[in-house]
């Protein structure tokens, strides 16, 4: 008879939970141009024209409007890139940034 062990060996995992994610908010501004706003969105969010104006046009109506939900560091980098792109040109556009429940 043979000294090999053909019993299979069990190794732990460990696992590995998703990161938690956060949702960004266009806020409603009467000074901003909607045509920036929707450039803003196609640009930094990677939306489609039709997808940018229906978020333009709900948070220019409701206030607020969820763009998208990324991890918590994609989504404070975007948030904060389309900030100083408005700020550049003396728009007081702004997005937040908070955790998906």
């Known amino acids: ?35 920036f706003v929707v ?9 489609d024209s039709a997808q940018a104006e229906k978020v333009m046009l709900t948070a220019h109506q409701k206030g607020a409007c969820v763009v998208s939900v990324y991890p918590r560091d994609v989504a404070e980098t975007k948030a904060g890139r389309a900030i100083d792109a408005a700020g550049r040109l003396g728009y007081p556009l702004q997005f937040t940034v908070e955790p998906e429940e």
Not at 7 to 25: G, H, I
Not at 39 to 47: S, T
């Open 1 to 35: 008879m043979s000294d090999t062990d053909l019993k299979p060996r069990l190794r732990a995992r460990t696992k590995v939970e998703r990161p938690k994610l956060y949702r960004v908010v266009l806020l409603n501004d009467d000074y901003t141009p909607r045509e």
């Open 39 to 47: 450039l803003i969105l196609k640009g930094e969010f990677r939306l």
